[in-house]
């Protein structure tokens, strides 16, 4: 956490490749969504006392792709611009090594209740 940034480090393997030394997009816009997802799920803990994170679902998310991300180390930020009741949406940036943006998201990730397939799946 970096005030209200959800903050991650990772690194790509060789098979994350879209070709050779340029990171997959589908792999940029799954590491978004997800992290994502559990900045809101942080968020919505937060803005409700929750001891635990509510389980949250992804309603909606658009990945710009500003351009290519090299392969090695990336890091990815996103924090809340609106909560309202079981509702955040998120925006996230994905840098890669050089400092560079090359990835954005927004997103609006929901809070589900037991009986929906994806309550506790995690």
Known sequence: ME?????????PEEHHQA????LNGGIIGALLDCHCNWTAAYHLMKAQGAATPPCTVTADYTIVLK????????HLSAKPVSIEGDR???EGT??????????TCRGTFVAVKE???AYHRW
């Open 115 to 117: 009986g929906h397939p």
């Open 67 to 74: 351009r290519p991300t090299p392969m090695g180390p990336v």
């Open 3 to 11: 005030g209200d940034l959800v903050v991650a480090d990772w690194t």
């Open 94 to 103: 994905l840098t890669g090594e050089n400092g560079k943006v090359t990835a």
């Open 19 to 22: 070709f050779p030394g340029v």
């Open 88 to 90: 955040v949406v998120v």
